[in-house]
């Protein structure tokens, strides 16, 4: 079975920076899984994905553009520290700030008494980025899956 809009797909990956060491990888736990054509994966690699089936594997770099976007300046706002429930806090590390619409991932930029500026762009903004894929399975979705937007049972989320 091909891969295709509300299609679920697990599939094992390792990521890289292009031409650094690997970041991340799901090699050594379950496979990830998705249901194709909802956003639930950057857009790079769901495209680089379609048409494959259960059992390829091949490599793909996917343009800063065509993962988490470009870093864009002007990105830095001020938030009192209070929404950081007490975490220690240093320049340069990363921290999930909840929003209106979420969690977000934030880099800290500054520490003060009761402000923290943090820098709004997602973590790997303007990283060229290399995967590695293994497709584990192809199946058909759920109703339930594709009026959700993402996959149930193993690998997905509960209810």
Not at 130 to 135: L, Q, R
């Given at each position: 079975m091909k891969i295709e809009k509300d299609r679920v797909v697990r599939f094992h990956y390792t990521v890289s920076e292009q031409g650094q060491a690997p970041l991340e990888s799901s090699n050594d736990g379950e496979p990830l899984a998705i249901l194709v054509g909802h956003g639930n994966i950057i857009p790079g690699l769901e495209s680089a994905m379609d048409g494959r089936e259960a059992g390829e594997?091949?490599?793909?770099?996917?343009?800063?553009?065509?993962?988490?976007?470009?870093?864009?300046?002007?990105?830095?706002?001020?938030v009192p520290k209070k929404h950081f429930k007490g975490a220690k806090l240093q320049p340069g590390m990363q921290a999930v700030l909840p929003t209106n619409f979420g969690p977000r991932a934030v880099t800290i930029e500054k520490v003060g008494m009761s402000v923290v500026d943090v820098d709004l762009n997602h973590p790997m903004a303007g990283k060229d980025l290399?995967?590695?894929?293994?497709?584990v399975e192809v199946r058909e979705a759920s109703a339930e899956e594709i009026e959700h937007k993402h996959v149930h049972g193993e690998g997905g989320h509960q209810h």
């Open positions: 594997t091949f490599e793909v770099d996917v343009a800063a553009a065509e993962a988490y976007g470009e870093r864009r300046d002007g990105m830095v706002q001020r290399h995967f590695k894929v293994e497709i």
